[in-house]
């Protein structure tokens, strides 16, 4: 296989997987969704929705999805390493909270307004905390690898694709496009060569890199305020001040890349 078409197929199989093991995940509803959501996806009669033809076996066949997908993701020299399977058990966290997202927003109008439960927020917090886990473990071992990188960084444009997903959902449509500018880098330079260079390392890109993820949980914690009332008028308060930290995370994503492209394309220039 073309090396230049891994990056591109470890893209897609990553997604697959992340859709395969939501779609598996959900089945779960009279389990994970009243675990995760702790009661905001209940019936009529105030137990747990149940989700008809699901179970533990849709549930195992996704994950067997789920793993094969990854696995082919992460194909390259050197194999399969310690490293890469910290960053499989972080995108198999990451299923289990886009699930508990789906689940907790189902039944509410877009854009919701409010926040994630608790259970939740917290599951985040670890998948964006094991985010430099997979490069110490492969430092302490014998190293990682070129396709090891490449499925690392993968996993974090979905990470915060999935993340700006679920922000979406609480503030509106524009805040998936935190989600987006990295993939539409990754189209640019499939069109632009000069963004195709590697880029010397940065203390701003690491830093902007994690700042939008943080401002993003900020946003869906599930704290509550009343509307603001002037005379007759309504202000959803609580709407707004959401989403400010993940305009906030927008702007930085937006800069970050912006100098990244500047860089990129000066020697094109000279």
Same mark, same amino acid.
């Given at each position: 296989?073309?090396?230049?078409?891994?990056?591109?197929?470890?893209?897609?199989?990553?997604?697959?997987?992340?859709?395969?093991?939501?779609?598996?995940?959900?089945?779960?509803?009279?389990?994970? =969704?009243?675990?995760?959501?702790? %009661?905001?996806?209940?019936?009529?009669?105030?137990?747990?929705?149940?989700?008809?033809?699901?179970?533990?076996?849709?549930?195992? @066949?996704?994950?067997?999805?789920?793993?094969?997908?990854? +696995?082919?993701?992460?194909?390259?020299? %050197? %194999?399969?390493?310690?490293?890469?399977?910290?960053?499989?058990?972080?995108? *198999?966290?990451?299923?289990?909270?886009?699930?508990?997202?789906?689940?907790?927003?189902?039944?509410?109008?877009?854009?919701?307004?409010?926040?994630?439960? +608790?259970?939740?927020?917290?599951? =985040?917090?670890?998948?964006?905390?094991? &985010? *430099?886990?997979?490069?110490?473990?492969?430092?302490?071992?014998?190293?990682?690898?070129?396709? %090891?990188?490449?499925?690392?960084?993968?996993? &974090?444009?979905?990470? +915060?694709?999935?993340? @700006?997903?679920?922000?979406?959902?609480?503030?509106?449509?524009?805040?998936?496009?935190?989600?987006?500018?990295?993939?539409?880098?990754?189209?640019?330079?499939?069109?632009?060569?000069?963004?195709?260079?590697?880029?010397?390392?940065?203390?701003?890109?690491?830093?902007?890199?994690?700042?939008?993820?943080? $401002?993003?949980?900020?946003? $869906?914690?599930?704290?509550?305020?009343?509307?603001?009332?002037?005379?007759?008028?309504?202000?959803?308060?609580?709407?707004?001040?959401?989403?400010?930290?993940? @305009?906030?995370?927008?702007?930085?994503?937006?800069?970050?890349? *912006?100098? &990244?492209?500047?860089?990129?394309?000066?020697?094109?220039?000279?």
């Amino acid at each position: 296989m073309d090396h230049r078409r891994r990056p591109v197929l470890g893209t897609l199989a990553v997604l697959l997987a992340a859709a395969l093991l939501l779609l598996a995940l959900l089945g779960l509803g009279d389990h994970l =969704a009243a675990a995760l959501t702790a %009661g905001s996806s209940r019936g009529p009669d105030g137990g747990p929705v149940a989700h008809e033809g699901f179970g533990g076996l849709a549930v195992g @066949a996704g994950l067997l999805a789920f793993a094969g997908c990854q +696995l082919h993701a992460v194909r390259g020299a %050197g %194999g399969f390493r310690a490293a890469d399977a910290v960053t499989l058990l972080r995108s *198999g966290l990451l299923g289990i909270f886009a699930a508990g997202v789906v689940a907790a927003s189902g039944d509410l109008p877009v854009p919701t307004g409010v926040g994630l439960p +608790l259970p939740l927020i917290l599951l =985040a917090g670890v998948i964006l905390l094991m &985010d *430099g886990l997979d490069g110490a473990v492969a430092r302490a071992g014998a190293g990682g690898t070129s396709a %090891g990188a490449r499925y690392d960084e993968t996993t &974090d444009a979905v990470v +915060l694709m999935v993340l @700006a997903l679920a922000a979406a959902l609480a503030v509106g449509w524009w805040a998936a496009l935190l989600g987006l500018l990295r993939p539409g880098f990754a189209l640019g330079a499939r069109i632009r060569p000069a963004w195709r260079r590697p880029l010397p390392d940065s203390r701003r890109r690491k830093v902007l890199g994690m700042a939008p993820g943080i $401002l993003v949980l900020a946003a $869906l914690a599930p704290w509550h305020l009343t509307p603001w009332h002037l005379g007759e008028v309504e202000f959803p308060l609580e709407l707004l001040l959401r989403a400010l930290p993940v @305009a906030l995370g927008l702007a930085l994503v937006t800069f970050s890349f *912006g100098v &990244d492209i500047r860089t990129l394309e000066r020697p094109a220039e000279e």
